[in-house]
């Protein structure tokens, strides 16, 4: 049972890394105003402000992700987020397989960290 515990550990700061590199890049592109990111924005019809914000939450959530006491939340917000980009994409007839994968990652995540979390504990 310790072993499958420790596995779960590793599997959990292994995810929050890949997450944390994936909304660093993904958030900090939105708020530096990248042309992908502005250009894509727009494509779906979202305003720059809208934009500003997931960025900023993207980057709040990437940092909040290794404190585990709001790894949890941190999680939860971006489930939100992503839930978001694959009805976006879904409605605009693309594949959702980016922010699908994402979802299963930060739901891994949430899960794994919802009994340190603050307010849950």
């Avoid at 779960?8 to 994936?22: E, R």
């Avoid at 839930?83 to 930060?106: D, F, K, M, R, S």
Wanted: include cysteine; glycine fraction near 10%; proline fraction near 3%.
């Amino acid at each position: 049972m310790a072993e499958t515990s420790r596995n779960v550990k590793i599997a959990t700061w292994v995810a929050s890394g890949l997450l944390t590199a994936l909304y660093l890049f993904a958030g900090s592109g939105k708020v530096m105003s990248n042309p992908q990111a502005v250009e894509g924005f727009a494509k779906y019809g979202y305003s720059d402000g809208f934009r500003m914000f997931i960025g900023a939450c993207e980057l709040s959530g990437a940092i909040g992700l290794w404190i585990p006491r709001l790894a949890f939340w941190a999680a939860a917000g971006l489930i939100v987020i992503m839930l978001g980009a694959v009805y976006t994409h879904l409605t605009n007839a693309e594949a959702p397989t980016g922010p699908a994968i994402a979802l299963v990652l930060l739901a891994f995540v949430a899960w794994s960290r919802r009994a340190s979390a603050l307010f849950l504990s």
